[in-house]
């Protein structure tokens, strides 16, 4: 069963950064995609980054040039490099894994941390 831990979330005045870290366990990490999405209050669940390979990322239009996701397959870990940060990134920010194969879609979620962003 894949275990998804994230951590790094906190509080942060605006135009600060942070940086998100998820720990992945229980399969084989580089079959899988890794995202971060998160959820505001109020809000739906919205997708932040995935990634792929070095080469396969892909971004929300909202934190383009500001947010880079990256991967370390040795470590099975997944990155969120958070810069330039707004009051609008405000939420829990969610770790996500995603198996797409031939017959069966394999998805799993972390619990979640909180990134707050306020003066």
């Known amino acids: 069963q894949v275990q998804l831990v994230e951590s790094g979330g906190g509080l942060v005045q605006p135009g600060g950064s942070l940086r998100l870290s998820c720990a992945f366990s229980?399969?084989?990490?580089?079959?899988?995609?890794m995202g971060w999405y998160r959820q505001a209050p109020g809000k739906q669940r919205e997708l932040v980054a995935t990634?792929?390979?070095?080469?396969?990322?892909n971004y929300a239009d909202s934190v383009k040039g500001r947010f880079t996701i990256s991967r370390d397959n040795a470590k099975n870990m997944v990155y969120l490099q958070m810069n330039s940060l707004k009051p609008e990134d405000t939420a829990v920010y969610y770790c996500?894994?995603?198996?797409?194969?031939?017959?069966?879609?394999?998805?799993?979620w972390g619990q979640g941390t909180q990134v707050t962003i306020s003066s």
């Open positions: 229980g399969s084989i990490f580089t079959i899988y995609t």
């Open positions: 996500n894994a995603k198996f797409v194969g031939t017959t069966t879609t394999r998805e799993y």
């Open positions: 990634i792929a390979s070095a080469a396969n990322t």
